[in-house]
């Protein structure tokens, strides 16, 4: 299999080592390069709700009749990952158990290494074990895992030919270049896999590219676009020739400080971009409220951001024990205490309202989490890149919960707004964007229903609701009958 890299190069970054620079011009949405994983494996806590193949979140899989711990789709699934999973197979039956999934992943990487020499295409641009691993800069704690984790790979690959250096080398491989996997929607992490090429790709706090999971389009005529699990390497704007190529190994949506220590101690190095040499927006996410020219005294803004950290940690014990009352409880009590005094730019009172909005909505109580979702957005979008992939998809999400809350104005508005930046940050292809397009297509009808007769689009949506079944014909034009059955 020959991979398309002709956008690219490899060049030597200075003290970032190597990196990749384009070798022409690019143009926003432009995919750099697509790669499929060396090795990938799914999460130990869903490996029963997710394909170990396709990485797709499926109900009723089967199970693997011989390790009885991979689950796939179907046979078609299970039949296409035989050649991964069959040594994985064999080790799991006879250690009894399956390992942890750095171990599982680091015995995939070996066993591949061991077959392909770590390269497995003309278009792969280093082999796995060039990659770093940043084994001696690790702290103690973590060098003790490490051990713990070489120590269960031997038992679990007890036949291995490699010495522990080596294994300990693949493990800090993984530790600083694995890849979060989601599944076929984007909208949760199920797994981890191992990009060679995209390892390549150096870190900017506010990054020319963005890197998305695509889960592949079987009709393709290339074959690597037929990989389940592709990655894709997308400009965000125009990329100049020779210009280097960069991604966020971290959300933007910290202080530089925090992205600098987070930075330091996954990926062991000091980050100067501009975005944490010149602090760039850290005051709009500390700010506090400004009234006719008056703040709030820095006592009391210390005090409420004190709180506002303890209400998060209750939010979060609350959400995991799927107590969602509690959760709206305590996110309307910090935002109450909040609204005079922390900006509406401020991290805690951002991440207070995506708590909010996110469970109101689970619970439909949508009036109430579009104005939350609304003012999010309205933050995210002073922080953001204005193609951001995060911020189109709280305001996806916005849009969505505005259009259940029957505003559908602001909702089909806000939709849109939401598709035009995953076109760039996504693609077209995208199962979350072709959903998107759905939406903006349905969102776009009702809205010419409402401005028909607005009394007629909100007793039609009621009668939705509460599921009654209601005439159309004097509502709704001929070119909408065929869609009015696919209110809400």
Not at 84 to 95: G, L, M, T, V
Not at 172 to 185: A, E
Not at 352 to 360: G, I, P, T
């Amino acid at each position: 299999m020959t991979l398309d890299m002709d956008n690219v190069e490899v060049f030597d970054a200075g003290e970032k080592g190597r990196g990749l620079r384009t070798t022409k011009d690019l143009w926003a949405g432009e995919v750099v390069f697509a790669e499929p994983s060396f090795a990938a494996v799914v999460f130990d806590s869903l490996s029963q709700q997710v394909c170990h193949s396709c990485f797709r979140r499926q109900a009723n899989l089967h199970r693997c009749a011989q390790c009885k711990f991979a689950h796939y789709c179907d046979r078609t699934c299970q039949t296409a990952c035989w050649d991964e999973h069959k040594q994985e197979c064999a080790a799991i039956k006879k250690y009894e158990k399956a390992p942890n999934e750095n171990v599982r992943l680091t015995a995939r990487v070996l066993w591949r290494i061991q077959k392909d020499t770590g390269i497995v295409s003309d278009g792969q641009l280093t082999s796995v074990d060039q990659l770093e691993d940043h084994v001696a800069d690790m702290l103690a704690d973590d060098l003790k895992e490490l051990k713990i984790d070489v120590q269960n790979f031997l038992g679990y690959c007890p036949k291995t030919r490699h010495g522990t250096e080596y294994i300990s080398h693949i493990f800090g491989i993984i530790k600083c270049n694995g890849f979060t996997l989601s599944d076929q929607r984007g909208l949760q992490a199920v797994g981890v896999g191992l990009f060679p090429n995209l390892c390549l790709v150096n870190h900017d706090c506010w990054p020319n590219c963005t890197v998305i999971l695509n889960h592949g389009n079987q009709s393709a005529l290339n074959a690597a676009y037929h990989s389940k699990r592709r990655i894709e390497l997308r400009a965000l704007s125009k990329i100049a020739e020779n210009e280097e190529l960069t991604v966020g190994y971290v959300d933007f949506l910290n202080v530089s400080t925090d992205r600098q220590r987070t930075l330091k101690h996954q990926y062991h190095f000091d980050c100067t971009c501009k975005s944490c040499s010149e602090h760039l927006k850290d005051d709009l996410k500390m700010a506090a409220k400004e009234t006719d020219g008056n703040k709030p005294s820095d006592e009391l803004v210390k005090e409420v951001q004190e709180f506002s950290l303890e209400c998060l940690a209750k939010v979060e014990a609350a959400r995991t024990a799927g107590d969602f009352h509690e959760v709206v409880k305590l996110c309307r009590e910090c935002l109450e205490k909040q609204e005079p005094v922390l900006g509406n730019t401020h991290l805690y009172h951002l991440r207070m309202l995506s708590a909010a909005s996110e469970v109101l909505a689970y619970l439909q109580f949508f009036s109430e989490a579009a104005e939350y979702a609304g003012r999010l957005v309205e933050g995210y979008m002073k922080l953001y890149h204005p193609i951001n992939a995060h911020l189109g998809m709280a305001t996806m999400r916005a849009g969505v919960t505005y259009w259940h809350a029957g505003l559908i104005e602001v909702g089909h508005e806000m939709i849109c707004k939401a598709y035009a930046i995953l076109m760039v940050t996504h693609g077209p292809n995208h199962a979350i964007t072709k959903d998107l397009e759905s939406m903006r297509m349905q969102t776009e009808m009702e809205l010419r229903m409402f401005k028909q007769n607005e009394n007629v689009y909100h007793s039609m949506r009621e009668a939705a609701l509460q599921n009654k079944p209601m005439g159309m014909a004097e509502a709704v034009s001929v070119e909408d009958k065929a869609l009015s059955h696919k209110l809400l």
